[in-house]
């Protein structure tokens, strides 16, 4: 679930802003964090904001993502699903991807 409201408060108060890009960061065994949400205005202070937080040790280090919210979307997610699915299923012996599928 994504928050519906960009990460960022100023003086208190909180963006009202949808939100725009889901903020990631990338460690170096390659685990991905997800940190919150910012609208394309506040991309530059969650920038700034996650370097300062990683300089203090109190987030992960690693490399920081911005992934359009857009492109999450459920008709995306779902095709991935299908994917996960077959990456994870265990090794099938050697059966060929359509051998049973084909009517013929
Ligand atoms: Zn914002």
Redesign the pocket.
Known sequence: MLPNR?S?SERGRQ?P?PPEFIVTVTSDNSDEYMLGV??D??RQ?VLGEVLRLQKDKKIVDGRVGFTPVKSVGTDCIRSDADEFVQIDAPSSPSSPLSSSSSPA
Request: hydrophobic share 10%; proline share 0%.
């Open positions: 960009c960022i963006c802003n910012t609208c205005k506040h202070n």
